[in-house]
């Protein structure tokens, strides 16, 4: 839409509130409302002026100032307010230059897309994220200098089969056994119906719905693949709905990457594929599992390169709670068609071009898409661009190999702080054409390790008291 389209939308629609949202650098939505008696034309030319001092990873309180600029396409009827709401994703300028700002991880995700064609390898990225979530009934968790606890729970959770519930009535999945049980064991189908519901209304394109293999409610709601600073922008519309639609029905959503100890973490595998003058490059009849030359260079960068891509793809210290052997969790830096212990896996449900894509299986949905979709991308390409092959595929389990054959395969990092190390070490590939600047890479790594490697790693764990208080 124009912006003067969006105006006639909104007064169409009879909104009271005009909504501006826009991502920090960790990758939360923030925003404010202004009423529609206040919302022209002029601000898609003007802008709206924020504190960018008071949003993480942005500015120094000395240069605070910055502004929102709305893209008209990005508006909506926001699905959750109950006043009528027009909702408007924004970029983020510099109010005196009037410069994109470096540290926008939608334009970084722009420029990103604007490599690419640059490049002549492809014009068009396309994206599948398949985020994982929880929902539970209850959380409460407080830390302070003598003290800590967490304690999240579900009507679902195999935990409470001896739970009096007056009544209990059972049917509650067993740890890693939660997937595609149909109601009553999954009691939140009709919720994730709902969720679905909402996002088609938004315009957000949804696959498939269903329970996922923890138990206490884990859940999977599929996006259809677009390209992406969209798919980014149909992401964050996409948390915003789970969770809010959660707490209407007075329970919680969480995209934590590992809230259960002893079972299934959730994960968001990545589905991607390069395309030119409309056609799949990534697709050769005769290659391996129908995958091009350049294909399996693209799946070569993301090996390469995935100890430093972890830093920015699974950035929280809980994301490697899941990426360990045993939860179907992908810490193998391999690559094979179907099997799913592999870090990049090639789906072979369809053998059609349009449906051929590699599948990077370490992301956690705790990442900022925008800056996730980029970072995987600039590393595929520098696989592209200097043909790095993947080697031999391994279509083995790779969780059963003998001790020998497993020294072979190399693994994600043990630890956030690793792959903030990795990062530091190999990120000259993400500094192609500017599209993640040097700056946005030493602020992440300075922020990522003061704000919460540091911040974990001074607290004293309760499991440190079962093991060493007698000592």
């Avoid at 719905?209 to 922008?233: A, P, S």
Wanted: aromatic share 12%; with cysteine; glycine share 6%.
């Amino acid at each position: 839409m124009t912006p003067s389209e969006v105006v006639a939308f909104a007064k169409e629609k009879e909104v009271k509130i005009v909504d501006f949202k826009f991502t920090d650098l960790p990758g939360m939505w923030h925003h404010f409302s202004i009423p529609s008696t206040e919302f022209e034309e002029d601000l898609f030319e003007d802008g709206l002026g924020f504190d960018g001092s008071s949003i993480r990873g942005f500015q120094a309180i000395n240069e605070s100032d910055m502004l929102l600029f709305p893209d008209p396409d990005t508006a909506i009827v926001d699905p959750v307010c109950k006043i009528p709401t027009l909702s408007l994703i924004c970029n983020i300028k510099d109010p005196i230059t009037l410069e994109s700002y470096s540290r926008d991880v939608r334009y970084i995700a722009q420029k990103a897309e604007a490599y690419l064609k640059s490049t002549g390898i492809a014009d068009t990225s396309y994206w599948g994220p398949e985020a994982e979530f929880f929902v539970f009934n209850d959380v409460r968790y407080y830390q302070n200098q003598h003290s800590a606890f967490y304690s999240v729970d579900s009507v679902e959770g195999s935990w409470n089969t001896g739970t009096d519930e007056g009544p209990n009535l059972g049917y509650k999945p067993r740890y890693k056994e939660g997937y595609f049980p149909v109601p009553p064991s999954d009691t939140l189908q009709d919720i994730r119906s709902e969720m679905i519901l909402k996002m088609i209304d938004c315009g957000v394109d949804v696959e498939v719905h269903h329970h996922e293999v923890g138990t206490g409610g884990q859940g999977e709601i599929d996006l259809r693949f677009d390209t992406m600073t969209t798919i980014g922008d149909k992401l964050a519309l996409y948390k915003y709905i789970i969770k809010n639609t959660a707490r209407a029905h007075n329970m919680t959503a969480t995209f934590m990457p590992k809230p259960l100890f002893e079972d299934n973490g959730s994960g968001m595998h990545c589905h991607q594929s390069l395309w030119k003058d409309g056609k799949n490059i990534f697709y050769d009849p005769q290659g391996y599992a129908g995958l091009s030359e350049a294909a399996l260079y693209y799946a070569g960068g993301l090996l390469k390169h995935l100890p430093s891509l972890c830093a920015i793809i699974a950035p929280t210290t809980n994301s490697y709670k899941r990426l360990v052997p045993g939860y179907e969790a992908p810490v193998n830096l391999a690559y094979s068609q179907r099997n799913r212990s592999a870090c990049v896996r090639i789906p072979t449900y369809s053998q059609s071009e349009r449906a051929k894509r590699l599948e990077l299986r370490t992301p956690d949905p705790s990442c900022n898409a925008y800056l996730a979709f980029s970072a995987m991308l600039m590393a595929g390409l520098d696989g592209i661009r200097n043909q790095i092959h993947p080697g031999e595929p391994f279509d083995k389990d790779l969780y059963d190999l003998e001790p020998e054959e497993l020294e072979e395969i190399e693994s994600t990092p043990a630890s956030l702080a690793e792959a903030l190390d990795a990062l530091e070490d190999d990120h000259d590939y993400l500094l192609e054409g500017d599209v993640i600047t040097q700056d946005v890479v030493d602020t992440w790594i300075e922020y990522k390790r003061e704000n919460e490697v540091d911040a974990v790693n001074l607290r004293p764990h309760p499991h440190e008291f079962h093991l060493y208080y007698d000592i």
